[in-house]
């Protein structure tokens, strides 16, 4: 599969990237950012560049935090590649809901089983098995330094898509497709808090049963820690969605008697909110965090 390239823009010491291209898995064309980094360009000892994937929330697209996360900064400091999925399938022939938390913008990773919405809303799919290989094909094709998007990689997100980046992590976890797992402001137990319980009920119908395979909070009980690996958050104590829709301290209670039992390393900040204020301000810790996983320091 091919890649259009919408704009190639330079910033810090690398180039974003505003690709499209037409993904089989959700029927329909997506956006995609990347931004790589002067290593890129420079070179990186022969070593492949790894790649960390960030997912973002309720109705944002790649441009949200390739302009306002400030990641490019600390790309080109530890030497990743970033990657910026859309949150969903767009077009007027996707089937939308009124409401910003549903449909469009709001894919919730995960692969929809009801009508109208299964033959497009294949978010889980698309995001951590259909465009890694088509990143990777696309971007190694006779091009050196060669970029990994397959193999030493990390995963991150806010928001929706905090939930969609714990959610992917602990249910690749024993493959070890991701070296390491963060999150801003993430809603960890989906199952149980409007947002997560309207996107369920209307991408994957009304048995919880089926929910659990997606619910960060159910799979830390299945998903056995073999090592010992940690899962970064950082939550704003302003967080306007803090209480009825995020309620992070699930998850730490979820956690209790698992194997993931102090395994999950959240810090409740003070006085921050859910903007991308609050993210830039702590990427450059999480970004540390990815880049020693991935060996890089």
């Known amino acids: 599969m091919s890649f259009n390239v919408n704009a190639e823009i330079?910033?810090?010491?690398?180039?974003?990237?505003?690709?499209?291209?037409?993904?089989?898995?959700v029927n329909n064309t997506m956006d995609v950012n990347i931004y790589l980094p002067q290593q890129y360009f420079t070179g990186?000892?022969?070593?492949?560049?790894?790649?960390?994937?960030?997912?973002?929330?309720?109705?944002?697209?790649?441009?949200?935090?390739?302009?306002?996360?400030?990641?490019?900064?600390?790309?080109?400091k530890y030497g990743f590649t970033m990657v910026f999925p859309d949150t969903s399938p767009r077009g007027e022939h996707i089937p939308d809901d009124p409401a910003y938390d549903f449909g469009v913008g709001a894919g919730f990773y995960l692969n929809a089983t009801q009508e109208p919405y299964k033959k497009y809303f294949q978010?889980?799919?698309y995001v951590h098995k259909e465009l890694p290989r088509q990143l990777n094909q696309y971007?190694?094709?006779?091009?050196?330094?060669?970029?990994?998007?397959?193999?030493?990689?990390?995963?991150?997100?806010?928001?929706?898509?905090?939930?969609?980046?714990?959610?992917?992590?602990l249910q690749n976890y024993h493959s070890k497709k991701y070296k390491s797992c963060s999150a801003f402001a993430p809603i960890v137990n989906p199952m149980n808090v409007p947002w997560?319980?309207?996107?369920f009920k209307n991408y994957l119908g009304n048995d919880r049963l089926t929910w659990r395979q997606y619910d960060p909070s159910e799979l830390v009980k299945?998903?056995?820690?073999?090592?010992?690996?940690?899962i970064l958050i950082h939550q704003g104590t302003k967080d306007p969605f803090l209480n009825e829709n995020l309620r992070s301290n699930l998850l730490i209670e979820a956690a209790r008697g698992t194997s993931w039992e102090d395994k999950i390393d959240l810090r409740?900040?003070?006085?921050?909110?859910?903007?991308y204020y609050f993210i830039s301000s702590f990427v450059p810790i999480h970004a540390e965090f990815h880049a020693k996983h991935l060996g890089l320091i």
Request: charged letters at 15%.
């Open 196 to 199: 997560g319980q309207k996107a």
């Open 268 to 275: 409740m900040v003070d006085g921050f909110d859910h903007s």
């Open 123 to 125: 978010m889980y799919d």
């Open 139 to 169: 971007f190694n094709n006779n091009k050196n330094p060669k970029l990994d998007f397959l193999d030493n990689v990390s995963i991150t997100g806010h928001s929706m898509g905090g939930y969609g980046a714990l959610s992917g992590y």
């Open 222 to 230: 299945q998903v056995h820690n073999y090592g010992d690996d940690k």
């Open 44 to 76: 990186s000892n022969g070593k492949p560049i790894p790649s960390i994937y960030f997912l973002s929330g309720l109705t944002c697209t790649p441009q949200n935090a390739s302009e306002k996360a400030f990641w490019q900064l600390q790309a080109d």
């Open 10 to 25: 330079a910033v810090c010491g690398g180039k974003l990237l505003k690709l499209s291209h037409y993904s089989d898995v």
